[in-house]
């Protein structure tokens, strides 16, 4: 079951560049008609979606989709709201030994406000089930990141890296869950995107277990400056057979 926002205008045109504007001066407080008529009123949490629109189709908009552990739904992160608790998860030594975010809360808000800085082509979000926050993701463009310099890429390749938060939640077939609904989010919602992509860890056995369970193929291993990675794939021709 799918759960429905109002999207962001279509990315490029010019209603959305003038509502790119808009919302910019609405964020400031600064709040007025366009062109003669009402336009919706936009507050600054709204934002997120608009930066989002342009390279990743807005995860913010993509809705809840049912698996067989509950209802699960990206939320993009809001520092602000959620630096506590990321700080906390990356502080666990199980993810610290693969992401290397331990340390003060500074560590990780630099690493979040390097993507929401930036272009859009990075998302950070956290996973919610049945509203409970407990993972934690990043949704990119594979084809514009350093990744596609050690594959060959396809426009539109859309990665996922992805941490299970409480340790409770490890070693019972969640990662498996999850990765499968949000490889289908991301196929359900982004069109023009042929494959979803993942580069875990090669040492990081149980990452790389969750994967092919849930419909990835290792196409290769891969030698990236941080590690030897699993180059993990799932083909939108293949969604409905694996």
């Known amino acids: ?3 429905t926002a109002t999207p962001a205008p279509a ?14 001066r609405a964020a400031t407080g600064i709040v007025e008609p366009l062109g003669g008529r009402t336009e919706p009123r936009l507050s600054a949490h709204l934002l997120p979606l608009l930066a989002e629109a342009d390279l990743l189709d807005s995860p913010a908009t993509w809705g809840s989709v049912t698996t067989p552990v509950g209802a699960f739904r990206l939320e993009p992160v809001r520092p602000a709201r959620d630096l506590e608790l990321l700080t906390g998860w990356m502080n666990d030594p199980a993810v610290a030994a693969y992401w290397e975010l331990s340390g003060p809360a500074a560590v990780t808000a630099a ?14 979000c956290l996973g ?4 409970t926050p407990m993972s934690y993701w990043e949704i990119y463009r594979a084809d514009l990141d350093r990744l596609c310099g050690y594959y060959p890429a396809r426009p539109h390749d859309t990665g996922i890296h992805l941490l299970i938060g409480d340790g409770t939640n490890r070693g019972r077939g969640l990662g498996t869950a999850l990765l499968r609904a949000v490889a289908d989010l991301v196929l359900g919602n982004r069109p023009r995107c042929t494959r979803v ?5 090669i040492r990081n056995t149980p ?10 193929r290792c196409s290769a291993e891969i030698d990236l400056p941080e590690k030897r990675a699993a180059l993990m794939i799932r083909e939108r021709v293949l969604r409905n057979l694996l």
């Open 11 to 24: 990315a490029g045109s010019a209603h959305a560049t003038t509502y790119a504007a808009y919302a910019t």
């Open 111 to 124: 690493h979040l406000r390097a993507q929401l800085d930036g272009d859009g082509r990075s998302i950070p």
């Open 1 to 3: 079951m799918r759960t």
């Open 207 to 216: 990452s790389v277990s969750a994967f092919l369970s849930s419909g990835f």
């Open 197 to 201: 992509v993942a580069e875990p860890d």
């Open 128 to 131: 919610l089930l049945d509203g």
